[in-house]
């Protein structure tokens, strides 16, 4: 296999509070090759979009990358400073953001947006940009795009803006995308046309994806690998269908019992039982272990065991316990 | 255990003022504590001063031309006599008249406060509590004099109100003219405020209930509604009082406030800013920065206290 | 648009009226007028004929709408005072005003704005920390101390700039102008920085809050997700959508300017409007206080409606048009 667009290697994220450094992403480690998407599952809190951010650079202090590495395309760029860092994003990583109603500046055209950020990035002129503003939008589908250029994000309804969003996101050709919740502020029925979009797009550019979501639907339809993550850690990472049929970590197998999706037919919904710890009260040893129906004093007092693909960071692992 | 319940020692209130939260933030505040220090030290100075004042420099039998323009803690060449903080033109202590002056600022500037407190507390529960007309006309008049600075409206408020006295009583009645000025230009802060809270509390179960056993409205809103909007209110009056003090410096040194024979402050600057070029210096520079660190630190109250109430704001 | 400007317009109308209302109440019942016009010796027929003269006899509603009619035709009556009438008084005296307020309203402007930015930008910086603890001395220090500061320091002390006056003037066909001799822009130094503090303390403040508002905006977040140099994101993106609400702020902060150069002129003896009106107020002479007031409440309100225009041309959203597909 080809060297992977992104490699995280047990990347720690800190914020240092009143009471104490709390660890909102706690050593983990994923790549993403080129065309793959990988979707980051949890639920709020769980450290999916923290990790997000600290590849692109934008964790707001006081949180920092306290522990670990990002590689980007063979570059190492978590320590990168400044004008270093921000000239790869937009450029090698996109973004896209969860609410495409305040994603965009609403006092600039939509054409000017994307040209200032074509011009920040290429090494083209002012005509070739607006010229290319115009194909990236009739790209992701808006409809009298060579018009609709001029027209200010108010005047677009909220899944056009996210497609607006996207094309801002991919408008530089960026390696990487990082697609934060794209999308849950938005109508049901426009989701499945935006994951469609976001898809073909990646596939048709070779563009690596990490697909940041809670919608376990948004995972099965979108995803080829899966990471599932619970309170800051990596729970279970593996190719996507055999994470939703045979989870192997018992909160997985919990996550996809309690989604409506992978128990149809069922009269009743799984619960878990308990919360997911705060971030300042992760117990010892497995950070699942208070709300685990099989855990031992092992998993209460021994660091659970190295993560690979395809495996449960779990002491015991459910073996073929289907949910479907 | 016994069953039966241990009785609890009420706490006195000082103990519930001193546990609050707000005591709390108050002791963990250096600003907060050393503006409340010097607000009280001026105030009590002021309040007291025929006591601490050395002379009384309204007095004109206490007073001695020869000692005019005496520089601060220098033997008179005539008198012999020295004064802390110096002499004006007319022989008067200088250290005399701003503790009388800061009697003048502080009164007009708490009464001018207290006056527009009750007023806009008074007007913001009606309109918010009786709404329609009452409510358009006093929230629209409001509106039309935000437009214009409060300075401005004092101003002509006190222009109009000298206008209507008789001469012979422009004196003595100036520094009521001035609360009065201050007071009306203030209102619309505290009633905006009140009438707010009024609307929103208006409709909750409680004052349903207190309407349906028939309580009257007076008393709603005086015993129900009123206590609600307490701490903002107290916010506003601190941060007004700054701002009135200021005003009535302002007005009195423009020669339209408190008059020479019951010198403000600000009067006080107006009468020194007249030997600024011949180089007593001290005749201004004392009352100037007494009125600054007692405008200083009451905002500062201000500030800290709408911080410590309402961490919302800002 | 034209709706919301047409009912814009109206509301100003009104409060016109209601502040017309108040000057001329002022006039009608603010000491007696015949008592100021005639002297003590007068007779019956002197005060019957002076209030037919005057229209005194006539009932409320016409006598306010012949006071309208007036001074909308700039015809404000007599300075019980002065003797001449008010109008010509306020002409002489506007120039002085008015070149005083547009210096320290563009100095407050640039420099509030400019230190505002500069201040949210930079919000952990020592000096950002400096100015915001300076400008909070600045927001309680009363205009008349700032001006006898300087007057202590640039007059008295080191003799640079003038104390009062306006220097020099030129007359350009009815307008004297202090900005064509030495003079006379030495004179507008200090007041202008004496007038403009204030302001400009309070420009800062405000832009400063309102930019660290619109930093904290998810469509900055994804300004810099694009890798938008620093430049772009706080001027193009950030500064555009922080002027929105500060525009109509300082658009009253103009008009206050007007208001508060009564105590700048009174400091430095500047001979214009507000040094009138402080004197008017002292003498209560009150048509020329009646005057000002009107012509203060037509500025006033003319900027709140400029600002409300101007919205237009910062704020798509306002513009309203259906063009966009919903």
Known sequence: MADPVLSIRDLSVEIPTRHGIVRPVDGVSYDIQAGEILGIVGESGAGKSM??????????????ISKGEIWLKGQRIDHLKGDAMRRLRGKEIGMVFQDPLTSLNPL???GDQLTETMLTHLPISRAEAEKRAVAALEEVGIPGAAERVNSYPHEFSGGMRQRVVIALALCAEPSLVIADEPTTALDVSVQAQIIALLRRLCRDRGTAVMLITHDMGVIAEATDRVAVMYAGRLAELGPVRDVLTHPQHPYTHGLMASTPLASQGKSRLHQIPGAMPR??????????????????????????????NGQAACWYPLVDEKVI | MSDFPIPVKPKSRLRIALDSDLFYTFKRSPVAMVSAAVVLVLVLSAVFAPLIAPTNPFNPASLNLMNGFTPPMTPNAFTGESFFMGTDDQGRDVFSTILYGMRISLFVGVAAVFFAMVLGITLGLISGYVGGWTETIIMRTADVQLTFPSILVAMLIFGIAKGVTPVEYRDQMAIWVLILAIGLSDWVQFARVVRGATLVEKNKEYVQAARLIGRTPTAIMLRHILPNVLSPVLVIATISLALAIIAEATLSFLGVGAPPTQPSLGTLIRIGQGFLFSGEWWILLFPAITLLALALSVNLLGDWLRDALNPRLR | MLAYIIRRAGQSALVLLIVGLVAFAMFRFVGDPIDNMLGQERTAEDIERLRAQLGLDQPFVVQYYKFLEGAVQGNFGVSYRQGRPVAEILLERAPATLELAMVSGVLAILFGIALGVFTAIRRDGWLANVIMSASLIGVSLPTFLIGILLIYLFSVELGWLPSFGRGETVDLGGWSTGFLTESGLKALILP????????MTLIMRLVRSEMLEVLRQDYIRFARARGLRDRAVNFRHALKNTMVPV?????LQLGAIIAFAIITETVFQWPGVGLLFINAIQFVD????????????VMFVGINLLVDILYFFIDPRLRADRSGGH
């Not at chain 1, 990790?51 to 920092?64: D, E, Y």
């Not at chain 1, 699942?288 to 855990?295: L, M, V």
Request: charged share 10%.
């Open chain 3, 192 to 199: 202008s920085i004496t007038l403009g503090l204030y302001q």
């Open chain 1, 51 to 64: 990790a997000g951010n600290a590849v692109i650079g934008l964790l707001n202090p006081p949180a920092h």
């Open chain 3, 247 to 251: 525009i109509t702020v300082i658009g």
């Open chain 1, 279 to 308: 971030l300042d009260a992760v117990p010892d040893g497995c950070a699942f272990n208070s709300r685990c129906p099989h855990a031992t004093d092992k998993c209460r007092q021994a660091p659970v065991p190295r993560l690979r």
């Open chain 3, 286 to 297: 009150i048509p020329v206080m009646a005057a000002y007031l009107m012509l203060i409440s």
């Open chain 1, 108 to 110: 600039l055209r939509i």
